[in-house]
């Protein structure tokens, strides 16, 4: 094939013709490139903007709807019994003697150990003011934190849209009446909560040498995390039991060093007297506990019937927990020993019950996976519609069950009284436990990942790897 010089033009030469091309790409690359560079973070700034458009405003929609349809905002009461409690303590006083005025409860004061106490002390430097945007701001955060390492554990989250996906997670949780309440009374339940999960999905899955810590620590702030030692011993953490047992205690020595009589005052008297963080028959009560002295009104709940249903029901949740460390799902052995941490206390408040938010990932999670389960060809409408019922009915059951107990105020919506059951039938004592019902349900219902599902799920840290190597 000849090459022809048309008029006024010079045909290239062969090495021209070979090389023009590639320089030719070459240059048109070298020119786009900052082009392509500019578009693409153009693009990754408004995706970001839009995210965190579209998060705020599921949290203001959220605050709105959650404070002023669902229930009331509580206006920071648990907080400023902190602050004014620890201010008293400062200016010389007995933390255990301060107490103010409460509308249910007659009087309520400062109920938490002495090390919450030191770790709470520098409030009284801040105004009420300042103290509660801290607060509100911290729960905010230490919630998404801790709705990220639940996701974590069930989907990945891409960083494309993991701000989006977690942000809008965790404004649709503060509709949840535990983490509304825990935002409306300036409540420390998540914090714990944060402490355990670090603790367990992340220091546990790298195999750090400090895992056991964080329950540790959450024991020597309020006692009821302790139940998570149960976790440790039936996964067979010797070690990190021990490191909980001993960042516990030394902990605790630690408060004494600072307040020695308050120490010893709530070590061998306050911690008995459970009466004194509200009446034990309120509906706000949501233990077995409650349910007994809502019953047993005005006497006394039998402690012996009590506990024949703590051993019955921790039987039966140390069984599921035990499996669920089998097949290696942290997050349902955490979650289970959470609820039957909320069951088996003498008191538990609705703002105690942050482990609805692990629940509630793995009971979603697990419907999206039999939504998009194949059902065999040729089967009628109908029987496929049965098929997938019967399926997830105990899914559906829970979900149906928890919107009434954590959707609203229950007590509020039906004109239920505070305190004295006394003229109403063991229906309505029930109805006011709806949440302890669906922790009751929860423990035996709530679906544990299969071994398979386990293995082949997303891995981090050390323990990731060390599976493989053994490959």
Not at 268 to 280: I, P, Q
Not at 322 to 351: C, E, K, N, Y
Request: hydrophobic content about 50%; proline content about 5%; glycine content about 8%.
């Amino acid at each position: 094939m000849s090459t022809t010089a048309r008029p006024g033009l010079r045909a290239p030469s062969s090495v021209e013709a070979t090389s023009q091309p590639s320089a030719v790409h070459h240059a048109a690359a070298t020119e786009t490139l900052p082009d392509r560079v500019s578009g693409s973070t153009a693009r990754r700034w408004w995706r970001l903007a839009g995210s965190v458009a579209l998060v705020a405003f599921a949290f203001w929609v959220t605050y709105q709807f959650a404070h002023t349809t669902t229930g009331p905002h509580h206006n920071q009461f648990d907080l400023k019994i902190y602050y004014r409690a620890v201010t008293f303590w400062i200016d010389g006083n007995n933390i255990y003697d301060y107490s103010q005025p409460d509308p249910v409860n007659i009087t309520l004061g400062f109920t938490y150990p002495p090390l919450a106490a030191v770790l709470m002390a520098p409030m009284a430097g801040l105004s009420l003011s300042l103290l509660t945007t801290i607060s509100v701001l911290a729960i905010i955060a230490t919630t998404a934190w801790c709705v990220f390492v639940c996701l974590r554990e069930r989907v990945r989250i891409t960083r494309q849209n993991g701000l989006m996906v977690v942000g809008l997670a965790t404004a649709a949780s503060f509709l949840l009446e535990p983490i509304r309440q825990t935002m409306g009374f300036g409540q420390i339940n998540m914090y714990l909560m944060a402490l355990v999960l670090l603790d367990v999905l992340v220091l546990g899955r790298r195999g750090s040498r400090w895992t056991g810590i964080g329950i540790g620590l959450a024991m020597a702030i309020k006692l009821t995390p302790g139940i998570f030692l149960l976790y440790l011993l039936l996964s067979k953490q010797w070690r990190a039991t021990v490191v909980a047992i001993c960042t516990a205690i030394a902990a605790t020595l630690l408060a004494a060093v600072v307040t020695p009589s308050a120490t010893w005052q709530y070590y061998t008297s306050l911690l008995w007297e459970s009466d004194r963080v509200g009446f034990l028959g309120g509906s706000a009560n949501q233990s077995m506990n409650g349910l007994l002295a809502r019953i047993a009104a005005p006497h006394d709940p039998s402690k012996v019937i009590w506990l024949l249903l703590v051993v019955a029901v921790a039987a039966g949740a140390g069984w599921r927990i035990r499996r669920a460390v089998q097949a290696g799902d942290r997050l349902a052995a955490l979650t289970l020993t959470g609820l039957l941490g909320i069951l088996v206390s003498p008191v538990s408040w609705p703002h105690h019950i942050v482990w609805v938010i692990p629940a509630g990932v793995i009971i979603a999670h697990r419907l999206i996976q039999l939504s998009n389960t194949a059902t065999p060809d040729g089967l009628p409408l109908r029987t496929e519609v049965w098929s997938r019922l019967r399926t997830s009915g105990s899914l559906l059951l829970l979900v149906g069950l928890g919107s009434l107990a954590f959707g609203q105020d229950l007590r509020l919506a039906l004109d239920l009284p505070d305190v004295d059951y006394s003229d109403l039938s063991v229906f309505w004592m029930c109805v006011a436990s709806v949440q302890m019902f669906w922790c009751l349900a929860a423990v035996f219902l709530l679906p544990i990942r299969s071994g398979n599902e386990a293995a082949g799920s997303r891995r981090f840290g050390a323990e990731a790897a060390a599976p493989a190597r053994q490959n």
